[in-house]
């Protein structure tokens, strides 16, 4: 069951700046009517409609003209298109271009979503643009010269609706700078199922694209969120969503060096994303002049040796107790970003090879990245570990383990917050 209050409220903020009104009476699971048909729904509704249990859900009886339609759609997106290399790299090819944005164009959108968009638009713009570039993307993903036009359309339609759900949580939980409680992240956490269920309501879209929506969060490694899915369970058309939900979240408004962060997240995940998909991103941002002074964060060498300490620790808190099921899956974890750091580039033994070429400054932006995703993958890492190994009240963690997830929150967090590590 959805959580209209957040929903709602925006809806309401939204009439007082354009006509919004009702498609239908509205009345509630008792049979009362609380809204006519063709009244318009502002602020002063807003207890009426989040006191009562609704027979429909109210975003199937609103309506506000002008709607988001496809020209909408072609002309955001054909702006988009043009504000960063690499979709302007997507543009240059020229079929693939036509065909991904002739298929966003012709997506059916039902009254009921139509409206949602319209309400990211006008209330979300980050979140419509962030809509619109992720259908670009999954649409791309999914062209190939002997790929059937409706694999296309699907693709744009699970990365147009894939983030409805998050007009369902509360707006505060966007902001990039916030800093989530427990309770918090499971609100996020919950958008997917959100958005399917809003997506699953309307028989224009098939199940293929309520599936991948449902799966943008997850990874191959099995480490994403809602279920945790793994390798083929995943579908198809989920691996493409899930990709093109990381490349869209580089670009966001005010983004910097968002190719360059792309290249090393790319690069430091293999192990999450479908390899054959990401090689073609790759490729394509190799055709992209890549800038980068601007992610040079304190010393990337000192960062990566502090980081490369925490990996090397975790083999103390493995032979000072006796494994359990938790740590032999943390310590897979933490074999795979070690051997990302050594694909990347970036082992202990391979910054030693670099010698005066570290003092490069497009060489130290790109280590500065490495270093930050290195240290956002640990914390997470060890986020996991403290979700599957649940302590009872008044119980502590092992003397080892403990100090190791202190040592983590010390070297990580500044780092994943974008400043220097206590060692740079």
């Not at 929506?213 to 994403?224: A, K, N, V, W």
């Not at 009240?393 to 010390?410: K, S």
Request: charged residues 25%; neutral net charge; contains cysteine.
């Amino acid at each position: 069951m959805l959580d209209a209050r957040h929903y709602v409220r925006a809806v309401t903020e939204l009439g007082e700046k354009r006509p919004v009104l009702t498609s239908r009476a509205i009345y509630n699971e008792r049979g009362m009517k609380l809204l006519d048909a063709g009244v318009r729904v502002d602020a002063r509704m807003y207890e009426r409609l989040v006191e009562h249990r609704l027979t429909v859900p109210v975003e199937d009886s609103l309506t506000s003209d002008p709607a988001v339609n496809g020209r909408v759609l072609r002309e955001t997106a054909e702006s988009l298109l043009k504000r960063w290399p690499l979709f302007a790299a997507m543009g240059e090819r020229h079929k693939a271009r036509e065909v991904v944005l002739a298929a966003l164009s012709s997506l059916p959108l039902p009254t009921p979503i139509g409206f949602c968009l319209t309400l990211a638009r006008e209330s979300f713009p980050d979140l419509f643009e962030h809509a619109v570039l992720t259908a670009l993307t999954a649409g791309y993903l999914a062209w190939s010269p002997v790929a059937r036009r409706h694999d296309v359309l699907l693709a744009c339609a699970a990365g147009l609706l894939h983030d409805l759900g998050m007009l369902y949580i509360d707006p505060v939980l966007m902001a990039p700078e916030k800093r989530l409680s427990p309770e918090q992240r499971r609100q996020l956490y919950a958008h997917p199922l959100a958005s399917a269920m809003l997506v699953e309501r309307h028989h224009d879209y098939p199940r293929e694209v309520v599936s991948a929506i449902l799966e943008h969060h997850e990874h191959l490694d099995g480490s994403g969120y809602p279920r945790g899915l793994n390798g083929e369970a995943m579908s198809p058309l989920g691996r493409i969503l899930s990709l093109a939900e990381v490349v869209t979240a580089m670009h966001g408004r005010g983004a910097t060096d968002p190719e360059l962060r792309l290249s090393v997240v790319l690069r430091m995940n293999r192990h999450r994303y479908d390899q054959e998909l990401a090689h073609v991103l790759l490729d394509l941002l190799g055709e992209c002049a890549v800038a980068g002074a601007s992610a040079v964060t304190g010393d990337p060498v000192a960062q990566l040796h502090a980081v490369q300490g925490l990996l090397s620790g975790w083999a103390e808190v493995v032979s000072a107790q006796e494994p359990a099921a938790v740590l032999g899956r943390t310590t897979e974890r933490v074999a795979e970003i070690g051997r990302a750091l050594a694909g990347a580039g970036a082992s202990p033994e391979q910054l030693q090879w670099l010698g005066d070429d570290v003092l490069d400054r497009r060489v130290q932006a790109e280590l500065s990245l490495i270093a930050r995703e290195a240290a956002w993958q640990v914390r997470s890492v060890s986020r996991e570990l403290r979700r599957r190994w649940r302590l009872e009240p008044g119980q502590a963690y092992p003397g080892a383990l403990e100090r190791w997830l202190a040592e983590v929150a010390r070297v990580c967090g500044p780092l994943v917050r974008g400043g220097s590590s206590p060692e740079g």
